[in-house]
């Protein structure tokens, strides 16, 4: 049974960072690239970032591009979206999600198996 379990959320205030996390459980994580998405209130769920199993390659939304960095530990099974220079904007519930050697894709139908999703809110 796979298992993507996000962490690290929190309520910050605008310009602060937060680093979020997503432990990987009953898959070969290594095999997977991995995405991280957000869902603000009343809104669809959107595309933040990605990064291919190997970790070479990487894709961002234009949103974030130069504020946020995704990586990852393959040692760990687990994937990491440090989040700077946070805004008001960026107040969502993020997920981050596994797509079976995908190329680090930003559409959510590319990606097979989802987390829970933890909140972020910023504050102004």
């Known amino acids: 049974q796979v298992q993507l379990v996000e962490s690290g959320g929190g309520l910050v205030q605008a310009g602060g960072s937060l680093r979020l996390s997503c432990a990987a459980a009953?898959?070969?994580?290594?095999?997977?690239?991995m995405g991280w998405f957000r869902q603000a209130p009343g809104k669809e769920r959107v595309f933040v970032a990605a990064i291919t199993s190997s970790g070479r390659s990487t894709n961002y939304a234009d949103s974030v591009k130069d504020r946020f960095t995704i990586s990852r530990d393959n040692a760990k099974n687990t994937v990491y979206l440090q989040m700077n220079s946070l805004k008001p904007e960026d107040t969502a519930v993020y997920y981050c999600?596994?797509?079976?050697?995908?190329?680090?894709?930003?559409?959510?139908?590319?990606?097979?198996?989802w987390g829970q999703g933890t909140q972020v809110t910023v504050s102004s």
């Open positions: 999600a596994a797509d079976y050697r995908g190329p680090g894709s930003s559409l959510t139908r590319s990606y097979a198996y």
């Open positions: 009953g898959l070969t994580f290594s095999s997977y690239a």
